[in-house]
């Protein structure tokens, strides 16, 4: 089992710029989320889908970041334009909506800096 | 609103030192709770959960951590801890009828050796 796959690992770009992270979760898992760590805010969860469906987008700060699942292997989280207080790591979760288990599993994150 | 509270911030312990992290949650509804570890720059692993049944959780690498409803807390423990237990400790606990996890603001252990 590959586990829940970001990419890029790291990226650094210029304010104004355009930014998108991508996830992969772990193949039969229905329910996806979007965390954001930063020292002065901690782990806030931005947004999660189930069955591709956004269910809650209620973290998302504003309307420059913007979250897909277009499939259940794939989604992107998008920040336009991006700005330096966006800068943290972004972790992707995923899980199997199973009474056995709920729990999340986190990919390795990708660490923002904008510039 | 249901959230967790995490009251130590820093935890600093010697190589085989006793470890106890406090975890409490605020009351509301069926209650689901986690423990997560996270070292240096690496992603959240799961150590162990609580769904239901014996309130005392035995998890991965000699982590273990009791549910006690009286007192709202879900503390974690270890009775010898290790450097290569040096992390930060997130006490998560998952809303009722969602799934989403509520993180209190985590706890970092160093283990000096």
């Known amino acids: 089992d590959a586990g829940v796959i970001q990419s890029p690992r790291h990226e650094v770009t210029e304010m104004g710029q355009e930014v998108t992270l991508r996830c992969k979760p772990i193949?039969?898992?229905?329910?996806l989320f979007w965390y954001r760590q930063t020292m002065m805010r901690g782990l806030e969860l931005l947004i999660y889908f189930n069955n591709n469906v956004p269910i809650d987008d209620s973290g998302m700060p504003e309307d420059r970041f913007s979250a897909k699942m277009p499939n259940a292997s794939f989604s992107t989280l998008k920040i336009q334009p991006s700005e330096p207080r966006d800068s943290a790591v972004y972790f992707c979760a995923s899980s199997r909506q199973d009474r056995s288990g709920y729990e999340q599993y986190f990919g390795p994150g990708t660490r923002l800096t904008v510039t | 609103a249901q959230s967790v509270s995490q009251h130590n911030h820093h935890v600093i312990l010697s190589e085989a030192a006793s470890l106890e992290l406090g975890c409490n949650y605020s009351y509301g509804g069926t209650v689901n709770l986690f423990w997560y570890v996270q070292y240096p720059g690496q992603h959240l692993q799961l150590l162990l959960k609580?769904?239901?049944?014996?309130?005392l959780v035995k998890g991965i690498k000699g982590f273990e951590a009791e549910f006690i409803k009286s007192k709202f807390s879900f503390n974690l423990r270890k009775p010898s801890v290790q450097w290569s237990d040096t992390a930060e400790y997130f006490c998560?606990?998952?809303?009722?009828?969602?799934?989403?996890?509520?993180f209190g603001t985590g706890t970092r252990l160093l283990v000096s050796p």
């Open positions: 998560p606990r998952m809303n009722t009828g969602f799934q989403k996890l509520v």
């Open positions: 609580y769904f239901s049944g014996d309130p």
């Open positions: 193949s039969g898992h229905n329910s």
